[in-house]
C-alpha cells in the first residue's frame, strides 16, 4: 500500500516552525494511537523524506507533552508527566543525515508494563537543521533547527475509565454572542474526538440558534475552552428578556455531558456621560453608541470622553453598549478600539 507522507510543519501546533510550501521535511505517520495488551513489547515504524533541496543533518529525541486549555501542544522533558510513556519507548536511529529527496526509516520499540490502566503517551521528537558541509568562519553562526514531533499513545484494552464533564458556560459579548464552554476529560482515557453543539433558547424555549462545535481531542486530566461566535450578524441584537444557553458533548463515554447557562440582557438605561449634555447615540444603528458626547458625529473626543468616565455607573450599568472589541465588558480595550474608529471614519 502507498505510505502516506505528511508536512510535519503543516499539521503540527504550538511549535515555531518554518512553513516551506513547495518543499519540507516530510514524515510518513505523525500519530501512533495504539491498543497494545499490558505486558506487550511491539515495534512500529514511521519514515523521514528530505523533501527540501538542501541535505539535512535529523536528530532523534523523547519528549512529554500536552495540549494548553485552547488547544496548542506544549512538550517537556521526557518522564515529566504522570501518564508520561516516554520510559517504556527506545528510538533508532538517534542521528542521521539525510540527503535531498531520500528517506530515512525510525523504529521503536514499546514495552508495555502490566500494571497500567487507561492512556499513557510521549512523543518522538524529529529535529532538522541544515548539514554543514564547510567550515563554519569565526564568529555567532545562527543554526535554524526545526522539530515535529511523532505523538505516541498506549491505551490496553478494556482499561481506564471515560468521564467527562462541562465545566463552564458563559456568554461573552453580545454583538454577536461569544459562547465559552469549558469541557474537563476526568477519565483516564484520550478521547480522540469529542463532538457537540451549543444551543440558544428564548423563555418559551424556542430554539433561536443551534451550532455545531468543530470536533477536538483531550487528553485525560486535560480541560479544554472552547469560544464559538454566534452566527448572528452584528447589530442583530437579543431583545433584552431570559434566554437559556445549553451545551452537549459527546466524548465517547456512556453518556453525554451536558450543562446550561442562564442569560439575563437587561434594557439600556443610557444617561449623559460626563459633560455630555444629551445620552450617547448609535450613529449606525449597530447595537454599539459610539457618539458618546451626543454631538451627531464620531470624533477623538468620543473615546477621549469615554476613556475618563469607564467606572461610572452610566458606563458600567451599560457595558454591552460600549462594549467595542465585543469581550463582554467595558474597559480601557474598548476605549482604545473606539479611538481606532473615530480616526479611521
Same mark, same amino acid.
Given at each position: ?17 518554518? *512553513? ?44 512529554? *507533552? ?9 512538550? #517537556? ?43 499513557? *503517551? ?50 461573552? =459579548? ?45 487528553? !485525560? ?14 447589530? @442583530? ?5 431570559? #434566554? ?13 455531558? =451536558? ?12 444617561? !449623559? ?13 449597530? =447595537?454599539? #453608541?459610539?457618539?458618546? +458626547?451626543?454631538? =451627531? ?13 469607564? @467606572? ?13 472589541? +465585543?469581550?463582554?465588558?467595558? @474597559? ?14
Amino acid at each position: 500500500m502507498a505510505r502516506r507522507w505528511m508536512s510535519a510543519g503543516a499539521v503540527l501546533a504550538g511549535l515555531s516552525l518554518v *512553513w516551506l510550501p513547495a518543499s519540507a521535511l516530510l514524515i510518513s505517520q505523525i500519530e501512533f494511537d495504539l491498543a497494545l495488551p499490558r505486558g506487550a513489547v511491539d515495534t512500529l515504524t514511521f519514515s523521514v523524506l528530505n523533501n527540501e533541496t538542501d541535505p539535512l543533518e535529523i536528530q532523534i529525541s523523547l519528549a512529554d *507533552w500536552d495540549r494548553d486549555i485552547t488547544g496548542e501542544n506544549r512538550f #517537556y522533558p521526557p518522564g515529566t508527566l504522570p501518564r508520561s510513556a516516554a520510559p517504556w519507548l527506545s528510538v533508532s536511529p538517534l542521528r542521521f543525515d539525510l540527503e535531498p529527496n531520500k528517506q530515512q526509516e525510525v523504529r521503536f520499540s514499546i514495552k508495555v508494563p502490566s500494571d497500567i490502566a487507561g492512556t499513557y *503517551w510521549a512523543a518522538i521528537m524529529v529535529e532538522a537543521a541544515p548539514k554543514q558541509t564547510q567550515p563554519q568562519p569565526p564568529g555567532t553562526t545562527v543554526i535554524v533547527r526545526r522539530r515535529f514531533a511523532v505523538k505516541v499513545l498506549e491505551t490496553p484494552p478494556g482499561t481506564g475509565t471515560k468521564d467527562g464533564r462541562i465545566t463552564l458556560i458563559d456568554v461573552r =459579548g453580545l454583538n454577536p454572542p461569544n459562547y465559552l464552554v469549558e469541557f474537563e476529560n476526568r477519565g483516564t482515557i484520550h478521547a480522540p474526538r469529542v463532538t457537540g453543539r451549543i444551543e440558544l433558547r428564548d423563555e418559551k424555549g424556542t430554539l433561536l440558534e443551534k451550532l455545531d462545535l468543530e470536533s477536538f481531542p483531550i487528553l !485525560p486530566g486535560a480541560k479544554r475552552l472552547l469560544k464559538v461566535t454566534s452566527a448572528r450578524k452584528k447589530g @442583530d441584537l437579543l431583545p433584552p428578556g431570559k #434566554y437559556l444557553v445549553v451545551a452537549v458533548l459527546d466524548y465517547g463515554g456512556e453518556t453525554l455531558a =451536558g450543562g446550561q447557562f442562564v442569560l439575563r440582557i437587561k434594557p439600556l438605561q443610557l444617561v !449623559p456621560i460626563g459633560t455630555a449634555s444629551a445620552p450617547p447615540q448609535d450613529l449606525d444603528k449597530d =447595537g454599539l #453608541y459610539e457618539d458618546i +458626547n451626543a454631538d =451627531g458625529k464620531l470624533t477623538l473626543d468620543d473615546p477621549a470622553l469615554l476613556g475618563l468616565n469607564l @467606572d461610572r455607573p452610566a458606563v458600567q450599568e451599560n457595558a454591552r453598549a460600549f462594549d467595542f472589541d +465585543n469581550d463582554g465588558d467595558a @474597559d480601557f480595550d474598548d476605549v482604545i478600539a473606539l479611538k481606532k474608529m473615530a480616526q479611521g471614519s
